[in-house]
């Protein structure tokens, strides 16, 4: 049978050859078509390009990008990976081009290169025109400043809680890595500020364990057969908005029955207590699918900008004490009071400082689109369609403010007014239709930390050789996980009722 297998197939292996050496020439040729005179390689492998690189080095790999952006007046690059061709952009002009050109016949938001595959097809970032603006409006009153005020709350009692267990961890004689501790910490803050009581016992921990299983699918390749982390992702996803959904059914219950919000869905609940009862399955599902990329957005976002926060403040001991000085101004631990809305809205240095962490080190530092056309960026250069395109968040945090390198807070204080004079820099949470309707409720997580962390705990970075590189976990993490000595600064823990 061998034998005669050989005998069939031998006189065909050359056509063979060529067949797919004709092939991989025409994807070199289709990639070097589509680059033009855009830096980037000149030579990819054949269907997967660079992925290997992207993913076993991701810092180094967009690094590179970055580079041959910055090579060219135009401030935009090329490469190639797993059969798609992608641009790289590094000019803050042509980043808020394509921000304001998200609709159907120009750009579209995917979040991630393989996202609708993750996330599915009928989510928020996926949305355009009059749906998309209808949707904005019914989240709009999930931020208002009651509500802010509930999630203050919760915030500030999760973060306490956590900071207790890290010092009871570290006790100032063991270094603790914080990356996990703080995703953690975040994970249950946004589960508790979202869904609150609806949440709870063994679906809660399931959720964690579809959660990580979503994380860790998201840094992988996009290998869609079973066993795969990708196919894991995915998969998890589906069941992570049924459980989802399932607590939006149950906050509707509670809303009905008149009930005061005590989280973010039952804000939400409250403006579609007139959806027709044939209409609430599917609608549940659908909100269901929202607050997921809520807890994306929130997630991993918020651990990287608290991991960065530490860093910077335990290098810069004068801005450090400038904050505790001014919580001190509006809240003690000795009071068990928490701190409200209002301190939050007078502690301007505190925010100063939030503000610059999320600058220096912006947690999601590309936003991936789609061209849906054959797009002009420039007069000499259009994207063709089909093309993924990373505008480069991070790199427009470095261009236009003063000393941009430079740590330094009072760049958003009213004396400067950086924030406003280079306002089209400050691209961290996006620009346009799609800007994150939820940046307020992120900046106030990050102060809270902050103010908390100052106030409560002595801390002490356990330095090694390039402790504070950054690397992709998928938002920005510094590279040692934030290796940290703790213990405790004041008195005693606050209690908050």
Known sequence: MELAWRIIITPYIPYLITTLALLLLFEQISYLKKKRF???????????????????????????????????????????????????????????????????????????????????????????????????RQIAPNFTPKALQIYTNIQQRIIIKHLVCWVEKSRGEFSIPLRTLCRDMNLETSQTVFVGPYLDGESRTRFNVDYNFFNVGLMKLPIDFPGFAFRNAASAVQRLVDTLSGCVEESEKKVESGEEPTCLIDFWMQENLSELPEKKTHRHREIGGHLFDFLFASQDASTSSLLWAIVYLE???????????????????????????????????????????????????????????????????????????????????????????????????????????????????????????????????????????????????????????????????????????????????????
């Not at 009928?122 to 355009?128: A, C, G, K, Q, S």
């Open 315 to 497: 290098s810069h001991p004068k801005i450090l004490e400038r904050v505790r000085k001014e919580v001190a101004e509006y809240w003690s631990p000795e009071n068990d009071a928490v701190l409200t809305g209002d301190h939050l809205r007078q502690m301007k240095y505190t925010e100063a400082v939030a503000r610059e962490v999320v600058r220096i080190r912006a947690p999601a530092t590309m936003v991936p689109h789609i061209a849906g056309v054959d797009f002009p960026l420039t007069e000499n250069y259009v994207i063709p369609k089909g093309t993924i395109v990373f505008p480069s968040v991070f790199d427009s945090s470095f261009q236009g403010f003063t000393e941009p390198d430079r740590f330094d807070p009072d760049r958003f204080m009213e004396d400067r007014q950086e924030d406003r004079v280079y306002k089209k820099n400050f691209l961290a949470f996006g620009a346009g239709a799609h800007q994150c309707v939820g940046q307020r409720y992120a900046i106030n997580h990050l102060m809270l930390f902050i103010a908390m962390f100052a106030t409560l705990v002595d801390f002490k970075r356990d330095r090694t050789d390039g402790c504070d590189e950054i690397t992709y976990v998928p938002t920005i993490v510094p590279k040692d996980d934030c290796r940290v000595f703790l213990s405790q600064r004041c008195r005693r823990f606050p209690s908050l009722s």
């Open 38 to 136: 855009l830096p980037g390689p000149t030579l990819v492998l054949p269907f997967i390009g660079n992925a290997v690189s992207l993913v076993r080095n991701p810092t180094k790999f967009w690094d590179l990008q970055s580079s041959y952006a910055k090579s060219t007046p135009l401030g935009i690059s090329a490469n190639y990976i797993i059969g798609r061709y992608i641009v790289y952009v590094y000019s803050t002009d042509l980043s808020h081009k394509i921000f304001s050109n998200v609709r159907p016949d120009a750009f579209h938001l995917v979040g991630h290169p393989f996202g609708k595959k993750l996330f599915g097809e009928h989510n928020l970032i996926y949305m355009f025109g009059q749906d998309h603006k209808d949707l904005r």
